[in-house]
């Protein structure tokens, strides 16, 4: 029978082993969908070479990754509801593996995506799953430094991603970036081994899952992927005109399925909820203030300055580097202070850090400047995801965590999408160096975006309801006789 994680008179001493083994098993399965999204940025360009496809080809081996991690995210995490934890954690790692090997053998480009849009997927039943792992486990007033702690890790990963990649590129082929997950997934098999998670005895029913909305929303976000792509000449007249007589019938149907659906695709009544509304929208704007500007800076620096790839990747640094290293403290600031200061404060920082970008954007702007005004925003962002991840969740009914995750992270990458839609709306990449008025545009809208997150956090709880709770209730619908609950 699994252990507790602590007993009672060893709680004075700090977390056990068992806790340690919870947050590593969670950052283990949750460093791979940031890992293999930065880490494959860099090989874009050979990838392209070798399969002999144009920009808006390669593009799609980006864009069906968010799309497919949007499009899941709700889906995993009601999935764990209803199979367990533990049971479609450990296959989603499974999944992962068999689809990475898949990847690093694709023999066309057609298969590379459609392997590469698996293991999206297939990520996407991992990272909501281990997040409600937490929030059964862990204590109320110790969750923000471990989602802080969680969160650190997949920033630690999607910071590190460009330099391995390019690394892994230097030593050999493209295909060694996909190998690279055989030893991750297996450091987060023996991790969850060694855990002996204590599962919960679930409903005797048959599984309920929304694939018809699930599919409407992926042909939906696929259409405005298409138009969006439009506007940089990237696409064709006739793909252009289906996308636009399809994007209201989708819309459509997409809405009328969520509201008839018996089980919709994402927890919609959770949004009922002000605290989880309001650290949700945070978490979008934030997500797409971030991506945003990591993905307009590469343009600036090197098209318009003439700098070169080193110069990009350190002022990249500048902004994940503080995430990394703040996101632990911010989420145990969190714990004591409450959710809505650190995110508020967090989302202030963002905001300044946007404005100075605009205010000082020019042709000859310093390195320092940039790298100061990066570094700010970094630094909110450090201070705020953690503890606004954790007021979303914490703020959710227990039996329902799976698919707050979801729901959740599904907010994430729609913040993504949208804010690669936005430099490509502006950029148009068959124009000369873009001008500095665009790129005034951009971060102009991006104030906004942050402006926006700041009056979200403004309604996101201090503390939740049951925060002085010293240990978690029981797992809901436990076995008589099974082992308690991880313990603290």
Same mark, same amino acid.
């Given at each position: 029978?699994?252990?507790?994680?602590?007993?009672?008179?060893? %709680?004075?001493?700090?977390?056990?082993?068992?806790?340690?083994?919870?947050?590593?098993?969670?950052?283990?399965?949750?460093?791979? $969908?940031?890992?293999?999204?930065?880490?494959?940025?860099?090989?874009?360009?050979?990838? %392209?070479?070798?399969?002999?496809?144009?920009?808006?080809?390669?593009?799609?081996?980006?864009?069906?990754?968010?799309?497919?991690?949007?499009?899941?995210?709700?889906?995993?995490?009601? /999935? =764990?509801?209803?199979?367990?934890?533990?049971?479609?954690?450990?296959?989603?790692?499974?999944? &992962?593996?068999?689809?990475?090997?898949?990847?690093?053998?694709?023999?066309? &480009?057609?298969?590379?995506? *459609?392997?590469?849009?698996?293991?999206?997927?297939?990520?996407?039943?991992?990272?909501?799953? =281990?997040?409600?792992?937490?929030?059964?486990?862990?204590?109320?007033?110790?969750?923000?430094?471990?989602?802080?702690?969680?969160?650190?890790?997949?920033?630690?990963?999607?910071?590190?991603? !460009?330099?391995?990649?390019?690394?892994?590129?230097?030593?050999?082929?493209?295909?060694?970036?996909?190998?690279?997950?055989?030893?991750?997934?297996?450091?987060?098999?023996?991790?969850?081994?060694?855990?002996?998670?204590?599962?919960?005895?679930?409903?005797? +029913?048959?599984?309920?899952?929304?694939? @018809?909305?699930?599919?409407? &929303?992926?042909?939906?976000?696929?259409?405005?992927?298409?138009?969006?792509?439009?506007?940089?000449?990237?696409?064709?007249? #006739?793909?252009?005109?289906?996308?636009?007589? $399809?994007?209201?019938?989708?819309? *459509? $149907?997409?809405?009328?399925?969520?509201?008839?659906?018996?089980?919709?695709?994402?927890?919609?009544?959770?949004?009922?909820?002000?605290?989880?509304?309001? #650290?949700?929208?945070?978490?979008?704007?934030?997500?797409?203030?971030?991506?945003?500007?990591? /993905?307009?800076?590469?343009?600036? /620096?090197?098209? @318009?300055?003439?700098?070169?790839?080193?110069?990009? =990747?350190?002022?990249?640094?500048?902004?994940?580097?503080?995430?990394?290293?703040?996101?632990?403290?911010?989420?145990?600031?969190?714990?004591?202070?409450?959710?809505?200061?650190?995110?508020?404060?967090?989302?202030?920082?963002?905001?300044?850090?946007?404005?100075?970008?605009?205010?000082?954007?020019?042709?000859?702007?310093?390195?320092? &400047?940039?790298?100061?005004?990066?570094?700010?925003?970094?630094?909110?962002?450090?201070?705020?995801?953690?503890?606004?991840?954790?007021?979303?969740?914490?703020?959710?009914?227990?039996?329902? +965590?799976?698919?707050?995750?979801?729901?959740?992270?599904?907010?994430?990458?729609?913040?993504?999408?949208?804010?690669?839609?936005?430099?490509?709306?502006?950029?148009?990449?068959?124009?000369?160096?873009?001008?500095?008025?665009?790129?005034?545009?951009?971060?102009?809208?991006?104030?906004?975006?942050? +402006? /926006?997150?700041?009056?979200?956090?403004?309604?996101?709880?201090?503390?939740?309801?049951?925060?002085?709770?010293?240990?978690?209730?029981? !797992?809901?619908?436990?076995?008589?006789?099974?082992?308690? =609950?991880?313990?603290?």
């Amino acid at each position: 029978m699994p252990r507790p994680y602590m007993t009672s008179d060893a %709680r004075a001493r700090g977390p056990s082993v068992n806790y340690r083994l919870l947050l590593l098993t969670v950052s283990l399965g949750g460093v791979l $969908a940031p890992l293999n999204s930065t880490m494959l940025a860099v090989a874009l360009p050979e990838l %392209r070479r070798q399969f002999h496809v144009g920009h808006a080809e390669i593009a799609w081996l980006v864009s069906a990754y968010l799309i497919a991690m949007a499009v899941a995210q709700p889906l995993g995490g009601r /999935l =764990g509801d209803q199979a367990g934890r533990v049971p479609v954690f450990r296959a989603g790692l499974v999944l &992962f593996l068999l689809l990475s090997l898949g990847a690093a053998l694709a023999p066309s &480009f057609h298969l590379l995506i *459609l392997m590469r849009t698996g293991q999206a997927l297939v990520g996407a039943a991992v990272i909501p799953n =281990g997040m409600a792992m937490l929030r059964e486990s862990v204590p109320v007033n110790r969750l923000g430094r471990s989602n802080g702690l969680t969160g650190s890790a997949m920033s630690i990963a999607a910071a590190v991603g !460009p330099l391995l990649g390019a690394g892994l590129l230097a030593l050999g082929s493209w295909r060694l970036l996909f190998l690279m997950n055989v030893p991750l997934v297996a450091a987060a098999f023996v991790s969850l081994a060694l855990l002996r998670y204590p599962g919960a005895r679930l409903r005797r +029913a048959p599984l309920s899952l929304d694939w @018809v909305g699930a599919l409407a &929303f992926a042909a939906l976000l696929v259409a405005v992927t298409l138009l969006l792509n439009a506007l940089r000449g990237q696409q064709s007249d #006739a793909a252009v005109a289906a996308a636009l007589i $399809a994007l209201p019938v989708l819309l *459509l $149907a997409f809405i009328y399925r969520q509201f008839s659906a018996p089980s919709p695709m994402a927890e919609w009544r959770l949004f009922r909820i002000r605290s989880y509304s309001a #650290a949700t929208a945070y978490i979008l704007f934030s997500n797409l203030v971030m991506y945003t500007t990591i /993905l307009t800076l590469p343009f600036f /620096l090197e098209e @318009v300055q003439g700098k070169g790839h080193l110069v990009t =990747g350190s002022l990249l640094g500048a902004v994940s580097l503080p995430v990394a290293a703040l996101a632990p403290l911010g989420g145990r600031l969190s714990d004591s202070f409450g959710r809505r200061p650190l995110v508020l404060v967090g989302g202030l920082l963002v905001l300044a850090g946007v404005a100075a970008l605009l205010a000082g954007i020019r042709q000859d702007v310093p390195y320092a &400047f940039l790298a100061g005004a990066l570094a700010l925003m970094g630094a909110g962002l450090g201070l705020s995801v953690g503890p606004g991840s954790a007021a979303a969740i914490e703020s959710s009914p227990r039996e329902l +965590a799976g698919a707050a995750a979801g729901a959740n992270s599904m907010m994430r990458y729609i913040g993504s999408i949208v804010g690669a839609g936005i430099l490509g709306a502006v950029l148009n990449s068959g124009a000369a160096a873009p001008g500095i008025g665009l790129f005034q545009l951009i971060f102009a809208v991006l104030v906004v975006m942050s +402006a /926006l997150g700041c009056v979200a956090a403004l309604f996101v709880h201090r503390f939740p309801a049951d925060f002085r709770l010293s240990r978690p209730p029981e !797992p809901a619908l436990a076995p008589a006789g099974a082992a308690p =609950g991880p313990d603290f």
